[in-house]
C-alpha cells in the first residue's frame, strides 16, 4: 500500500524577511504553543502547498504571501513541493524540476491525480467529467478547527464548484469502489448529460420548425405527386415517433413519481430517527447526573461531553442527510414538471400532424403553386437537422447502452 509522509517544511516570508523550518517525525509530530504563535498556518501551509487552501486563513497571514516547500516521502520516493504564489512546482529528491503548474483546477489537478493515483472523476456543473482539485485528496486527513467544527467535510475552501460530491468522496476513501468505477461513471454521466442537451436542441428545432410552419401556407399538397408523397409519408414519420416519444414520457414519468415516493419515505424515516436523536440531546442535557439508568433494563449508562457530543454529531449527521434527500425530492418534482410540458407539447404537435393528414384541400390556388416549392425547402432544411439529430442520438444511446452492460 503506498504511503505519503511529511519530512520537512520550510516557510519563507519576502514580506517579513522571515523564514521558518520544521522536520517532522515519520509517525507523530505533536506542535504546541501558545495562541497566536502560528500553529494553525503551519498546519494550513501543509496543504496549502499542494493547492488545497484552507476554508479559512487569517488576513495576518495572508499578508505574509508567504512561499513553503515540502520535503515528503511517497512510495518510497522523497520529492519536493514548491508553492511561490500561484505556481506550483513538483522536484524529486536531487532537484530534478518534474512539473509546474499555474492553475490549479486544471493543470495541478490532473497531475497530482496521476501523480498520487487519485482516479476519482466527479463531473463538473458544465456536466463535464474532471479530476478534482487536490482538496478532494486531502479532504479526510485534515480537520480545519476554524470551520470543520461546524460543519462536516468543509476544512477546505472552493469545494462547491461540483454537486453531490460529498457520497463519491467519501465511498472512494474508505474504498467502497477502487479508481476504474469512477472512471466509467464519469463516462457514463457525461453520456447522459449529453443525451440530455440533445434532446434540449431537437426540441428547440422542432417548436422552430412548429412556428415556421404556422407561418407557411397549411396546404397539404406538394408541387408534384412524388413531392406530395413524400410530404405525408414525413408527416406519418413523425407521426410515429411523438407517438413513440410520448410513450417514454409516461414511463420516465412513472419511474420518476416511484423515486419520489421512495425519497419521501426515506424523508420520513430520517425525520423520525431525528427527533429521537434530539429528545436523547436534550434529555443528557437536563439530566444532572453522570450516570443514567435505563428505565427499561436497569443498566446505566455514562452522561458525560463525549456521549452528548456524539449524539450532537449523530444530529448533525442527520440534518445533512434530511437537507440532501429534501433536494432529491425537489429535484425528482422538478423533472417530473418538465416531463409533464414535453409530454403536452407532443400530444399538441401530434393531433396537428392528424390534422394535416385528414384535411383535404378541394381547390388549389395559383399562390399556393408559387409558394409550395419555398414551403417545402424550409421543411426539407428542418427535417435534415431532425434527422441528423435522430442519428447522433442513437449513436450515443446505443454508447450508453455498452456503457452501462
Known amino acids: 500500500m503506498k504511503n505519503c509522509v511529511f519530512n520537512e517544511l520550510v516557510i519563507l516570508s519576502y514580506e517579513e524577511r522571515k523564514a521558518l523550518q520544521i522536520s517532522f517525525d515519520p509517525h507523530r509530530t505533536i506542535i504546541v504553543g501558545a495562541n497566536g504563535t502560528g500553529k494553525s498556518p503551519i498546519l494550513k501551509s501543509l496543504y496549502g502547498t499542494f493547492g488545497a487552501d484552507a476554508a479559512q486563513t487569517s488576513p495576518a497571514w495572508k499578508q505574509t504571501r508567504a512561499s513553503t516547500l515540502l520535503r515528503f516521502t511517497w512510495d518510497g520516493g522523497v520529492y519536493q513541493m514548491l508553492r511561490h504564489g500561484g505556481s506550483f512546482s513538483l522536484f524529486d529528491e536531487v532537484g530534478t524540476l518534474l512539473n509546474q503548474s499555474f492553475r490549479i483546477s486544471n493543470d495541478l489537478a490532473s497531475f497530482l491525480a496521476a501523480f498520487f493515483d487519485f482516479q476519482l472523476v466527479l463531473v463538473n456543473r458544465k456536466g463535464q467529467p474532471v479530476s478534482p482539485p487536490p482538496a478532494f485528496l486531502f479532504l479526510p486527513y485534515y480537520v480545519d478547527q476554524d470551520s470543520s467544527w461546524t460543519k462536516a467535510w468543509a476544512a477546505f475552501a472552493n469545494l462547491t464548484q461540483f454537486s453531490n460530491w460529498k457520497r463519491a468522496v467519501i465511498d472512494y476513501h474508505v474504498g467502497l469502489k477502487p479508481n476504474e468505477y469512477y472512471r466509467l461513471r464519469a463516462a457514463v454521466d457525461a453520456t447522459r448529460r449529453r443525451l440530455e442537451v440533445m ?103 455514562i452522561n458525560d461531553f463525549t456521549e452528548r457530543f456524539q449524539i450532537a454529531t449523530d444530529e448533525d449527521r442527520l440534518r445533512d442527510l434530511l437537507l440532501s434527500l429534501h433536494e432529491e425530492a425537489d429535484s425528482r418534482k422538478e423533472e417530473i414538471e418538465r416531463i409533464r410540458g414535453q409530454l403536452y407539447e407532443n400530444r399538441a404537435a401530434g393531433e396537428r400532424i392528424r390534422a394535416l393528414l385528414g384535411s383535404r384541400q378541394e381547390q388549389v390556388r395559383l399562390s399556393d403553386l408559387i409558394t409550395a416549392q419555398g414551403r417545402q425547402e424550409v421543411r426539407q432544411v428542418f427535417a435534415e437537422g431532425l434527422r441528423d439529430y435522430a442519428f447522433e442520438i442513437k449513436d450515443f444511446e446505443d454508447k450508453q447502452t455498452e456503457q452501462n452492460a
Open 199 to 301: 434532446a434540449v436542441e431537437r426540441e428547440g428545432l422542432r417548436r422552430a420548425q412548429k412556428k415556421v410552419g404556422e407561418k407557411l401556407p397549411q396546404s397539404t399538397f406538394s408541387v408534384d405527386l412524388q413531392s406530395f408523397r413524400e410530404e405525408v409519408e414525413s408527416l406519418l414519420t413523425e407521426a410515429d415517433e411523438l407517438r413513440i416519444v410520448e410513450e417514454n414520457f409516461k414511463g420516465r414519468m412513472a419511474q420518476l413519481r416511484d423515486e419520489s415516493l421512495t425519497v419521501h419515505r426515506q424523508i420520513d424515516i430520517v425525520r423520525r430517527s431525528l427527533r429521537e436523536t434530539v429528545a436523547d440531546f436534550s434529555f443528557a442535557t437536563n439530566v444532572a447526573e453522570d450516570e443514567i439508568e435505563c428505565p427499561t433494563c436497569g443498566a446505566h449508562y
